[in-house]
């Protein structure tokens, strides 16, 4: 089963340049893991035969927003955090809005294990959102990964907006300390990597060089001086079923490329 994770920074601005159906029909994903759709489905023409397709879209419009598309039809779909997780690590508000009314995960039950994607909180430039991030947030959704996980086995996907460890960016000296990659938002990463989640990638590839997302500026992405954000974190006992990881920078459409893992089921 091939399963991708896109970032797509708005699903409509892909479509109007006739990328996302090519990238459909050259990649042939089983299942599509999308973030920052920022539009609800009423307002998208997307006719995908043989799948089925979930959104779970932001109250403001045009904003942030996930979606599974999938040929297996899901057990259930759950949008959101549960509410007991988000009353116990109190997800709430701030200045910018209310995560909670964002669209940032969707949970996709299937016979062998769940698929989640979650588009995380930007930091910001000023980092004032990082209390958010570090206190609430990352705690949460690790406490709600766990908590699927007792279940059955939990691969997750999307853009965690941080890079793990110095290799996962071009340039990481300069941006110490930067939204991205404080120390705050690489704790929250280390922690799903304590809790036993692991980093498909790093299963495969080693180093440097392997970005997912690149700046507008300064031909980033001709030159290859990005960032890792994208990911796919698997529970442990999913380790010897995962075939392959892989970031597919040649897909364009987006600020962010497509990242997959190949499982077997």
Sequence with gaps: MKIYSWNVNGIRAVLKKELFLSFIDQEKPDI??????????EQVELELPGYHQFWYSAVKPG???TAIFSKVEPLQVINGLPQDIIDTYEVSGDVYGD????????AAEFEKFWVVTVYTPNAKDDLSRIPLRHKHWDPAFLAY??????????????DLNVAHTEDDLAN??????????????????????DAGFIDTLRLFRQGNGHYTWWSHFAKARERNVGWRIDYFLASASLKDKIKSADIHAQVFGSDHCPVSVTVDV
């Design 32 to 41: 599509l893991c999308l973030q920052e759709t920022k539009a609800k489905q």
């Design 63 to 65: 904003y942030s927003g």
């Design 99 to 106: 995560p909670n009314d964002e669209g940032r995960v969707m």
């Design 145 to 158: 990964c766990k908590q699927l996980e007792q279940s059955k086995p939990v691969l997750f996907c999307g």
């Design 172 to 193: 990481p000296k300069p941006n110490r300390g930067k939204k991205g990659f404080t120390e705050e938002e690489r704790s929250g990463f280390q922690a799903f990597v």
